[in-house]
């Protein structure tokens, strides 16, 4: 009986891997024919293959005869430049490593039309695969059709019928830093959503609400910003002139930046007056003025998972990964009043 067997479960790559003594990658090289494996390690590949009677499913399927070895990345041109690189560095490590080289096609805004042409683009080029890292607002029958015949996954919770997801609970990423605010005393949190059009904005924003109404507090109307500094400094202007404001979940640690200037401007200190958290822990909210708490999102991570799920390298899994909150000097106590 084998492992997977035990398990319950049918085998994986992972397990021929191991019970050929080879590395998954390479499992997934050797059943692609590709030419970087040798007779004798293809030879162990198959027998461990026929011996586990694994069977390809889904992407792993699709990509066993795939020709090209180039993945295809969707990403939007605006929506938080760290992000970007992150997850983009994150897929081409993962992918040279896997033998694979990446092809990048942006678009300027989400519209279907762009994401279509952005598909059809990668499709005409071939790709083995495909990552999209945008939201899927509207899905067109064309792009059913293309994320159904090239595998693909997303990064982001949205999804074609044909896709994957790969996602982070971004409705547990607002509850963890509401819940923090609260547990601080705030007896109020105020929010800086992101646009709406994005999944993530909308289930941070469903977080933050769920979070106030189990404590019994009627949440504020949000305000949207669109992941900018400067669209968090413009609704900071606005909630630095509330006076009973003393804490504020803002949806991105970039809108965060804009947010903490403003209430400076206005003359009300962080955390002194008003306690801040903000989602992402980009590299820059350690440095911020105070360091920001934040709840964390590993977008390089995402990005190397994202290729390890769509070449079946290992059990990736389609559940969201679980946020988790670091604390720093942006959050306190409210002040005595």
């Given at each position: 009986m084998t492992e997977a067997t035990m398990r319950g479960k049918q085998p994986s790559m992972a397990d021929v891997a191991r019970a050929a003594g080879?590395?998954?990658?390479?499992v997934s090289r050797a059943l692609r024919d590709s030419p970087n494996v040798n007779a004798e390690t293809r030879?162990?590949?198959?027998?461990?293959?026929e011996q586990l009677r694994y069977r390809?499913?889904?992407?792993?399927?699709?990509l066993s005869s795939g020709r090209s070895f180039t993945l295809g990345l969707v990403l939007l041109q605006s929506g938080g430049y760290y992000s970007r690189s992150a997850v983009t560095a994150g897929v081409e490590a993962a992918a040279g490593q896997?033998?694979?080289?990446?092809?990048i096609a942006t678009i300027a805004e989400l519209d279907p039309a762009m994401m279509e042409k952005s598909l059809l683009k990668l499709s005409d080029q071939g790709v083995d695969g495909i990552i999209i890292a945008v939201p899927l607002i509207s899905v067109t029958k064309r792009m059913e059709d293309i994320t159904r015949d090239i595998p693909t996954v997303t990064v982001d919770g949205s999804r074609t019928t044909g896709a994957r997801v790969l996602g982070i609970d971004q409705h547990e990423a607002g509850r963890l830093a509401t819940q923090h605010l609260l547990d601080l005393g705030?007896?109020?949190?105020?929010?800086?959503?992101?646009?709406?059009?994005?999944i993530e904005a909308r289930?941070?924003?469903?977080?933050w609400q769920s979070c106030l109404a189990a404590a019994g507090i009627d949440a504020p109307p949000p305000l949207e910003g669109d992941w900018s500094p400067e669209s968090g400094h413009r609704q900071g202007q606005i909630l630095a002139m509330i006076p009973e404001v003393t804490a504020i979940f803002v949806a991105s640690d970039e809108m965060a930046f804009g947010v903490v200037r403003a209430l400076r401007e206005r003359g009300r200190a962080v955390p002194g007056d008003v306690s801040i958290v903000s989602v992402d822990d980009i590299e820059l909210a350690a440095y911020c003025h105070p360091p920001l708490t934040t709840v964390r999102q590993d977008f390089y991570h995402s990005g190397a998972a994202a290729v390890a799920l769509l070449l079946g390298t290992e059990d990736a899994g389609e559940s969201a990964a679980?946020?988790?909150?670091?604390?720093?000097a942006s959050t306190a106590a409210p002040p005595s009043r």
């Amino acid at each position: 009986m084998t492992e997977a067997t035990m398990r319950g479960k049918q085998p994986s790559m992972a397990d021929v891997a191991r019970a050929a003594g080879v590395s998954a990658q390479t499992v997934s090289r050797a059943l692609r024919d590709s030419p970087n494996v040798n007779a004798e390690t293809r030879r162990r590949v198959l027998a461990a293959v026929e011996q586990l009677r694994y069977r390809y499913n889904g992407a792993p399927r699709l990509l066993s005869s795939g020709r090209s070895f180039t993945l295809g990345l969707v990403l939007l041109q605006s929506g938080g430049y760290y992000s970007r690189s992150a997850v983009t560095a994150g897929v081409e490590a993962a992918a040279g490593q896997a033998g694979y080289s990446v092809s990048i096609a942006t678009i300027a805004e989400l519209d279907p039309a762009m994401m279509e042409k952005s598909l059809l683009k990668l499709s005409d080029q071939g790709v083995d695969g495909i990552i999209i890292a945008v939201p899927l607002i509207s899905v067109t029958k064309r792009m059913e059709d293309i994320t159904r015949d090239i595998p693909t996954v997303t990064v982001d919770g949205s999804r074609t019928t044909g896709a994957r997801v790969l996602g982070i609970d971004q409705h547990e990423a607002g509850r963890l830093a509401t819940q923090h605010l609260l547990d601080l005393g705030h007896r109020q949190v105020w929010h800086v959503a992101g646009p709406d059009e994005w999944i993530e904005a909308r289930q941070r924003r469903q977080g933050w609400q769920s979070c106030l109404a189990a404590a019994g507090i009627d949440a504020p109307p949000p305000l949207e910003g669109d992941w900018s500094p400067e669209s968090g400094h413009r609704q900071g202007q606005i909630l630095a002139m509330i006076p009973e404001v003393t804490a504020i979940f803002v949806a991105s640690d970039e809108m965060a930046f804009g947010v903490v200037r403003a209430l400076r401007e206005r003359g009300r200190a962080v955390p002194g007056d008003v306690s801040i958290v903000s989602v992402d822990d980009i590299e820059l909210a350690a440095y911020c003025h105070p360091p920001l708490t934040t709840v964390r999102q590993d977008f390089y991570h995402s990005g190397a998972a994202a290729v390890a799920l769509l070449l079946g390298t290992e059990d990736a899994g389609e559940s969201a990964a679980q946020p988790s909150l670091i604390v720093r000097a942006s959050t306190a106590a409210p002040p005595s009043r």
